[in-house]
């Protein structure tokens, strides 16, 4: 199996007035092919700016500071100005021609609001003719709209609709275009950055489903970013669990959801509420996420954690591995 | 009458009457107001029609005949997309064409038959007339439901839109109903005050000053034309190339910019007609110099305020080239906002020519202008020549006033972040 993407010791920095806020921190993660990770937390975890940084992104002020991120890439690229050769490729090494060219074909983000995510003044064939002809401008008008009309019907979108405009479209059919948007020049790696936040629960189940479908049926790996732990239960094959730009927990779906090794991971678990058990007390995880231009020592989760021991408040504890199969950055491990 | 007149000065004395009486006043000021300058133009047609029959009368009569066929179209049209009860997205060419083509015809044959020694010179007037009258009636009949929606801007919006082409119709149509040469000198006294023959009198080099009001819009409708237009083409595309790279460059052409902001307006136009020198095209280049900036301004911080949209953002994420974010994703929504400018644009434009000729940097003495004959009746009105500079003064302030409506109401309406 090929490894899609590899991301080596990334750090992220944010340089703000009051100092330097370090928002991924020393992030590894190996993704294999066909394979859906999620990556969980609360916000201001880093989720999204990692997501973000995977195709050189970051916004202002932010700064990836070191690190790697190696997309393989499985055919050769080649357009006017120069080509990709196929193989290994340092995201962070490209320049912004050749990162123009990877992003939208090679890797796919959909963004969290569709509502404002497509051009109000394009029609929805218009989207589709111009992501098309700015990756390979010999495309002709009706080939691109034959292949958008493809992708939008496999997304349960009528045809006929490439005329019709962003606003003549909810927010679920808007997100679908979106996803087709993505999808249209079949990418390898596909991003979602909390892709139903904003819809409601029918028709974020519906979208989740057509995605599993659409991953199948296109080939993707796909990256899940939410703070909906219940969508990643359903739809990922791995989590992995962020805390203050690190990584907490890295754990096969299964494994993570019925035996969580880090305090934090157990703490989010026992705090969504479980309908089959409704006399249960909700649980809530005490304090606040530090200040990330002040962070605590050691342990970024000692203030807030139940087991917190002396060594947490002085030693930052590495990622080890667990006996579930997994990652887990906690002292309660690793200690025998 | 009184009542309804202190409407206009309502920030003048303490409210008693309830916002809807209030409102009602204002709306009849605003109905007035335009019936007024409507008023004032058929009248400047009317009589200069009684002072010289023959051509006039046949201009003004098929320009008629056209509008009222461009307006049974547009109810024609209008009709058939009733039925099925939905708005058709793509207008309806054939109607149209087959207007446009009875247009042509229609003023040649009719150029034929009236003034065979010039048909050519006289279709052209028929379909240039015919189209600005047409937009006019057009305006009463289908813009008015329309821009009703709207509310206030809206009516707003119309009757500034009903001044300026009543205005720009008479200066159409100018050459073949003027009762004398605005440029003859001696065509009666000198001084004449308003008297049967000379309508709005003659001025001190005995032209008569009927002929002059009526003609006198070309040159103020060119140059606020033409600077409108030089200024739109540097401002906007300046205006998104600063906005869109952002960093050195915004900061060398704002600062630019913002010291040519930093000139009193007319001062600077002022010395840049000094520099160029007169003529028609100068007075438009050294306007534009003066509102360049102001395009400039607008159209960068809109394109701040745009580039950061998730939109834009979403294209780039999908490899979207430069020149599309440019100009199908910022610039169409940048757009509105600059149009807004071109139409208060003109109105400034147009004060400013006046205030150039006035000065003396304009054009030569001889070509008919407002501007001129406010300069050139200044001078006399000591001697009680007052309706050498009223009457070309009446028609700037009309003309500003109509394009000052547009802008206001445009303004408010293409910008609906304003009215959230």
New interface residues.
């Given amino acids: 199996m090929v490894d899609v993407l590899r991301i080596k010791d990334l750090i992220v920095e944010y340089t703000t007035q009051r100092g330097t806020a370090r928002a991924v921190d020393r992030v590894s993660l190996t993704l294999g092919e066909n394979r859906t990770l999620g990556l969980a937390g609360e916000s201001g975890c880093g989720k999204s700016t990692l997501g973000r940084s995977l195709?050189k992104?970051v916004p202002y002020p932010g700064k990836i500071v070191s690190g790697d991120i190696i997309l393989n890439i499985d055919h050769d690229i080649t357009w006017k100005k120069g080509t990709i050769k196929k193989g290994d490729v340092s995201i962070l090494e490209l320049n912004d021609d050749q990162l123009?060219?990877?992003?939208?074909?090679e890797i796919?983000?959909i963004?969290q609001?569709p509502m404002?995510?497509?051009?109000?003044?394009?029609s929805i064939g218009?989207h589709f003719i111009?992501?098309q002809q700015?990756?390979d401008p010999t495309i002709e008008d009706e080939q691109a709209l034959e292949r958008a009309k493809e992708v939008l019907e496999s997304l349960g979108i009528l045809a006929e609709r490439v005329d019709d405009y962003p606003h003549q479209f909810s927010g679920g059919m808007r997100q679908r275009v979106?996803i087709g948007?993505?999808l249209v020049l079949r990418p390898r790696l596909l991003i979602a950055d909390e892709p139903t936040t904003s819809l409601d629960v029918i028709v974020e189940a519906q979208i989740l489903e057509e995605m599993a479908e659409l991953k199948e049926k296109f080939n993707l790996t796909m990256i899940l970013i939410t703070h909906n732990l219940g969508v990643l239960a359903q739809t990922a094959d791995d989590v992995a669990i962020m805390y203050t730009g690190r990584l907490a927990e890295l754990a096969p779906t299964e494994a993570l959801f019925e035996n969580p090794q880090h305090p934090y991971t157990e703490a989010l678990l026992q705090s969504v509420p479980d309908v089959t058990k409704p006399d249960k007390k909700l649980a809530w995880i005490p304090g606040a996420p530090p200040d990330l231009v002040n962070p605590p020592d050691g342990c970024m989760f000692n203030p807030r954690c139940p087991f917190a021991m002396d060594i947490c408040k002085q030693e930052e504890p590495p990622l080890i591995q667990s006996d579930t199969g997994g990652l887990v950055a906690c002292h309660l491990y690793g200690r025998s | 009458m009184t009542q309804v007149l202190s409407g206009i000065f309502f920030h003048l004395g303490k409210r008693k009457e309830s916002t809807k009486d209030y409102s009602k006043k204002w709306w009849a000021v605003i109905l007035m107001l335009t019936v007024l300058v409507v008023l004032i133009v058929a009248a400047l047609i009317a009589i200069s029609l009684t002072a010289r029959s023959g051509v006039g009368i046949h201009v003004v009569a098929g320009t008629f005949l056209l509008a009222m066929t461009s307006l049974l179209t547009a109810s024609y049209i209008k009709r058939i997309n009733l039925p099925n009860n939905q708005v058709t997205r793509h207008p309806v060419y054939l109607p149209v064409a087959i207007v446009s083509v009875f247009f042509a015809i229609t003023s040649l044959v009719l150029g034929y038959i009236i003034y065979p020694t010039d048909p050519i010179g006289f279709g052209i007037v028929m379909i240039a007339g015919g189209i600005v009258l047409s937009v006019f009636f057009l305006l009463v009949y289908e813009g008015y439901p329309r821009l009703k929606i709207h509310g206030s801007p809206g009516i707003l919006a119309i009757s500034g839109l009903l001044m300026v082409t009543a205005i720009i119709y008479m200066t159409v149509i100018a050459d073949w109903i003027v009762p004398y040469s605005p440029f003859h000198i001696n065509v009666g006294g000198i001084r004449e005050p308003p008297n049967p023959s000379f309508p709005l009198g003659t001025t001190s080099l005995g032209q008569d000053m009927l002929s002059r009001v009526i003609a006198g819009g070309a040159t103020m409708l060119q140059v606020a034309a033409i600077s409108v237009v030089v200024c739109f083409s540097i401002g906007v595309p300046i205006g998104l190339l600063s906005g869109y790279r952002g960093g050195l460059v915004d900061k060398t052409i704002g600062l630019v910019m913002d010291s040519l902001f930093a000139f009193p307006g007319l001062v600077l136009a002022i010395a840049i007609a000094a520099i160029l020198g007169p003529g028609i095209l100068n007075m438009a280049i050294a306007i534009a110099v003066v509102y360049i900036p102001s395009y400039f301004r607008v159209v960068r911080s809109q394109v701040f305020t745009v580039r950061e949209l998730p939109y834009v953002e979403a294209a780039i994420v999908m490899g979207a080239r430069d020149r599309d974010i440019l100009f199908r994703y910022i610039l169409p929504n940048v757009l509105p906002s600059s149009v807004v400018i071109m139409s208060i644009n003109f109105a400034d434009a147009i004060l400013t020519a006046a205030g150039l000729t006035f000065v003396g940097l304009g054009l030569s003495v001889d070509i008919a202008d407002w501007g001129w004959d406010l300069t050139l009746g200044f001078q006399v009105l000591i001697v009680g020549a007052w309706w050498i500079s009223a009457f070309p003064g009446l028609m700037v302030i009309l003309l500003a006033l109509g394009f000052t409506l547009t802008g206001e109401g445009l303004n408010e309406i293409l910008t609906p972040k304003l009215r959230e």
């Fill in positions: 195709m992104l123009r060219m990877i992003r939208g074909s796919a983000y963004f609001d404002t995510s497509l051009n109000p003044m394009l218009k111009q992501i700015a990756h979106m948007l993505g």
